[in-house]
């Protein structure tokens, strides 16, 4: 009776694409995917089902489950996917309360199946480029001449490239001193990506296996950007006797990120603002960079320079679950599914910008040094999220009325660490450890902070020879975000269906174009507790030294942000009204 759709991992993996998240374009109705990058394994993929449901400016991202613990798309290995289903409206998604107002995702990964073990190998090789680029004027002369007649008809006379430069560049022959730089060719290439999995499933005596690894080799169509992850997973379930039933999946990842400390539009802003009139290179073959061929040109970033000097943001980026589960049959139409899972992210960022020295193009006279804050940046942080739930199943049919019932508990839990150290003045650039740097100038900080959700939730499932549905839904949570007074909120959602090819009339008209016609409406509250996990209290920063005596310094805090003590659930309120048409046998229209 909710406004759900699905996709099939198989049809996903028609596309050559490394994030799992990206390959969702396209394939579902109300759901908006756009990519904000195009860096490899920073491709800031931002999914919006239905819009935003949200004002919080820091909670806008939906709740992406899977096998039904809280998880990236992005750290999955897209052949993993068995299913991704999404949930568009509240009476679908009202089960996961606090946690669902901008929508939720339920990802299901390949489970194994009774038989033989089977073997299988998939991969695919791309080629990317750049579909099209600024047609700049790269000839020199050309550009020359258009610089001087912008500044004439400015009124500028001064500054302007001389008429016997302008003929040197037109008539030479030798253009290793003269030359027609085309900058952006020099920074785009055409870039392969490679995606690698082996998986291995089977099962014997009630016992089934999946497992898998998986490798992605993506290279950025601007140079300088590369990203390399591995994935491995292993989910197995094993039938212990008729009432008894448990499994466990086990997931790892491993990424390494490479990219220029500044990003992509900073590279290509870089390029765009260099003249043609000389190379990222002297002439001289000595390998020095260059600065600029005229004093009075307008220039930014060498970009060559950042490229040959590694002075990259390097990021390494680790991900491991858990999941352990139990099903218990306790009666005829009652069982007990009990699920516990930790997840732990990992990243570790290493930044290092050298200074580097460049020069005048004409005269090879030392011209600036290049010093992008220099020295060496190192960042440790991780996240550890847990989740237990555990909920009683329901399950009984009174001759053509057919009742589910479940009731359950889920706790929730997340704690955020990081630490930053820094140094500079490094004796040289192939020494890129903290310990290589003058303790004269460095720094360190770090924090910690944590959140959790309890909560307990219901749901009520009716219908009537599957031709009349009744779906009621109840969530009650408690966030440690929220003031102890205004901790807690009940969310309930309900929806009904009709399905009206199910009716005698329908069957009497012997419309075999028609396969299923079904009308439905729901009405729902989901909350969002998104926000920072410390608004509603007075945080104190240390702010420095303060002497209270006019002898001796003292540690000194002060609250650094405004405290909202009143702060309550932010609830999202949605009703619906649909139609589902399937006909033809494959067509679906809702």
Do not use: C
């Amino acid at each position: 009776t909710g406004a759900v759709t699905s996709v099939k991992g198989a049809d996903l993996l028609s596309r050559p694409i490394a994030n799992p998240a990206a390959m969702l374009q396209g394939t579902m109705p109300g759901v908006q995917v756009t990519q904000g990058t195009g860096e490899p394994g920073n491709e800031n993929v931002s999914i919006k089902i239905r819009g935003s449901g949200t004002f919080s400016s820091s909670g806008t991202d939906l709740l992406v489950l899977i096998d039904g613990v809280e998880g990236k798309l992005g750290d999955l290995n897209p052949n993993n996917i068995e299913s991704i289903s999404v949930l568009k409206d509240a009476a679908s998604a009202s089960i996961y309360g606090a946690r669902a107002a901008n929508g939720v995702i339920l990802v299901t990964t390949k489970q194994g199946a009774e038989g033989k073990m089977v073997v299988e190998y998939d991969g695919n090789y791309g080629i990317y480029k750049a579909t099209k680029l600024f047609n700049l004027v790269t000839n020199s002369a050309e550009y020359m001449e258009l610089y001087n007649e912008a500044l004439t008809n400015t009124g500028i006379s001064t500054g302007l490239y001389p008429q016997d430069q302008i003929d040197l560049y037109r008539n030479a022959t030798d253009h290793t001193l003269f030359p027609n730089t085309d900058w952006l060719s020099l920074i785009f290439q055409t870039a392969p990506t490679q995606n690698h999995n082996l998986s291995i499933s089977g099962g014997r005596n009630g016992t089934t296996y999946n497992a898998s690894i998986g490798y992605v080799d993506q290279q950025g169509i601007m140079k300088g950007f590369n990203y390399k992850k591995y994935n491995a997973r292993l989910n197995v379930t094993s039938q212990v006797n008729k009432s008894i039933r448990f499994g466990a999946n086990i997931s790892l990842k491993s990424g390494n990120r490479e990219a220029p400390v500044f990003g992509s539009e900073d590279m290509f802003l870089s390029a765009m603002s260099q003249a043609p009139t000389y190379s990222p290179y002297l002439a001289d073959g000595s390998g020095r960079y260059t600065y600029k061929a005229y004093d009075f040109e307008y220039n930014n970033k060498n970009p060559i320079a950042l490229l040959d000097g590694k002075i990259n943001h390097n990021t390494e980026d680790y991900a491991i679950g858990a999941q352990g589960w139990v099903e218990i049959q306790l009666a005829k139409h009652l069982s007990w599914y009990t699920k516990a899972a930790v997840n732990g992210t990992f990243d570790k960022y290493n930044d290092f910008r050298p200074p580097l020295q460049l020069y005048n193009f004409k005269t090879n006279a030392f011209m600036t040094s290049l010093d992008l804050g220099g020295g060496l940046e190192m960042q440790d942080q991780q996240t550890i999220y847990t989740n237990m739930y555990s909920y009683l199943n329901y399950d009984r049919s009174f001759g053509m009325h057919n009742f589910k019932l479940m009731a359950g508990y889920n706790n929730e839990s997340s704690t955020y660490q990081y630490l930053k150290a820094s140094r500079k003045q490094f004796p040289t650039d192939d020494l890129r450890q903290l310990d290589a740097g003058s303790p004269s100038i460095q720094y360190a900080n770090g924090t910690k902070n944590g959140w959790a959700l309890m909560s307990f939730f219901g749901r009520l499932n009716y219908n009537y020879q599957d031709r009349y549905l009744f779906e009621a839904n109840l969530r009650y949570d408690g966030s440690s975000k929220l003031t102890p007074s205004s901790r807690w909120a009940a969310f309930p959602s309900f929806s009904a269906g009709w399905r009206i090819t199910e009716e005698k009339f329908m069957k009497n008209l012997d419309a075999g174009w028609l396969d299923n016609l079904k009308i439905r409406g729901s009405w729902g509250q989901l909350g969002n507790q998104n926000i920072d996990n410390y608004a509603y209290q007075s945080i104190l920063n240390f702010t420095g030294n303060y002497s209270f005596d006019d002898a001796a310094l003292s540690t000194g805090v002060a609250q650094s942000t405004l405290s909202n003590p009143n702060i309550r659930w932010e609830t999202t309120t949605m009703s619906d009204i649909g139609l589902d048409l399937d006909i033809f046998q494959g067509w679906n229209i809702t």
